[in-house]
């Protein structure tokens, strides 16, 4: 189930092209389309497997249109998509998790989304120090979201929770002692 979850966040995120899928301006996929294409490329599933998947993500990675039609990765983007998401209002900290090794280039040119369309936040130190413990030795830094927002920066939270914003300069960084 992990490999069809992985193929999703591929397809839905990534590489549509890969098997030749559509994706509308909001990132939707036709289910039906998805099914059978993903079928003939040898990626065998089905609907039951696909609402299994979306149910059972640990972080919410798809959502499904009400009628069950369509489907979309929730974040995470490489392609260009328009959520569709209103900017909000952060809590006052927010957490990035990265890996040490690349701390020196964070602190010189702050955070970029790098092949994404955002930088990725969370409210959550554990889930940044996961999320950072992908790459390499995780180090969690703190981000003054507060300020960035006075300062006009604008915020928004995916429908799995995670805060998403265009950059953060250095100056609203600084490295969680612990
Ligand atoms: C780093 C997963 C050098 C950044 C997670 C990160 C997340 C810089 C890496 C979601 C930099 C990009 C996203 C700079 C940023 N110099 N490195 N100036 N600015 N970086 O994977 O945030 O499981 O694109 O710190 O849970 O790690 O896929 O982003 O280490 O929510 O659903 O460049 O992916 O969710 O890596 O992860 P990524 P991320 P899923």
Not at 135 to 155: E, N, S, T
């Amino acid at each position: 189930m992990e490999a069809r979850s992985k193929f999703l966040s591929l397809v839905l995120r990534h590489k549509p092209d890969k098997i030749g899928l559509n994706l509308d301006h909001e990132g939707w996929a036709n289910m039906d389309e998805l099914i059978r294409l993903a079928n003939a490329s040898g990626q065998p599933i089905d609907r039951t497997m696909i609402e299994t998947i979306v149910a059972s993500s640990d972080k919410k990675r798809f959502a499904l249109s009400t009628d069950g039609q369509r489907i979309r990765a929730n974040q995470g983007h490489s392609i260009e998509v328009a959520l569709g998401l209103p900017p909000s209002v952060p809590p006052d900290t927010l957490f990035h998790g990265t890996a040490s090794r690349f701390l020196e280039s964070i602190f010189s040119g702050g955070l970029h989304p790098g092949n994404r369309q955002h930088v990725h936040l969370s409210v959550d130190s554990a889930v940044a120090e996961k999320v950072g413990s992908r790459h390499g030795h995780p180090v969690i830094l703190l981000v003054d979201a507060k300020a960035m927002a006075a300062h006009g920066h604008v915020f928004y939270v995916s429908d799995n929770g995670v805060w998403l914003t265009e950059s953060v300069p250095t100056n609203y960084l600084s490295k969680l002692t612990q």
